[in-house]
Each structure stands twice: as structure tokens, then as C-alpha cells.
């Protein structure tokens, strides 16, 4: 089993940047799909980027966030720029081990971080 730990949340305001990182451990995750995804207070989970091969983005961050992953150290990474309030959330890192092509959908993955708070004054 893979253990997801992410770091560098915070809070910053409207215009600002962050950069999360996913750190993993056990079992390679070279050759899974990793994700980002959040959610804030009352509403659902939902979808924010992916990346295998290739990246996948949520129309609501493309431009704005950019999804990497840096194999050797067994970490992900999502940079988030020009931040707005509406992106506050906890935000969690997942890996789909399936080889399947990229999935924007939660039931996807299978290993999740514990999240880490993203806050975004006005």
C-alpha cells in the first residue's frame, strides 16, 4: 500500500500562489495516475487535476494550476497561481494504481493523503 502525506497549504491572499507537494512511500508510484482534489465546507469532493503521462485539469484551474510529479523522489507536486476564494478547500493528493487512462472521478482512486488546508482571504 502506498502512504500519501501532502504539505504546503496555508493561506494567502486572492492573487497569491502555493504549491502543494504529495509525498509518497511504500510501493512505487511511478507508473500510477496521481490526482489532486478538494473540497470545501459543504459541498462534495470534486476533481482539480491528474497526471500520468500527460495532465488533465478541471476547467475551473486550467491556467492557473499546474500539475508535476517528480518520480525520483516519489513526490507530486500541484502549483497554484493567481489563487481566488473560491478555491479555498482541503485539498488531497490520490493515486489510481488501476493503468487505466486518466479519471477525473473520486471512485478512481484507490490511496489518499490526509488533505492539507488551502485558504484564500479576499
Known amino acids: 500500500q502506498v502512504q500519501l502525506v501532502e504539505s504546503g497549504g496555508g493561506l494567502v491572499q486572492a492573487g497569491g500562489s502555493l504549491r502543494l507537494s504529495c509525498a509518497a512511500s511504500g510501493r512505487a508510484f511511478s507508473g500510477h495516475t496521481m490526482g489532486w482534489f478538494r473540497q470545501a465546507p459543504g459541498k462534495e469532493r470534486e476533481f482539480v487535476a491528474a497526471?500520468?503521462?500527460?495532465?488533465v485539469y478541471a476547467d475551473s484551474v486550467k491556467g492557473r494550476f499546474t500539475i508535476s510529479r517528480d518520480n525520483a523522489k516519489d513526490t507530486a507536486y500541484q502549483q497554484m497561481n493567481v489563487l481566488k476564494p473560491e478555491d479555498t478547500a482541503v485539498y488531497y493528493c490520490?493515486?489510481?494504481?488501476?493503468?487505466?487512462?486518466?479519471?477525473?472521478?473520486?471512485?478512481?482512486?484507490?490511496?489518499w493523503g490526509q488533505g492539507t488546508q488551502v485558504t484564500v482571504s479576499s
Open positions: 490520490a493515486g489510481d494504481a488501476s493503468n487505466l487512462p486518466i479519471a477525473a472521478t473520486v471512485g478512481r482512486y484507490n490511496y
Open positions: 497526471i500520468r503521462r500527460s495532465t
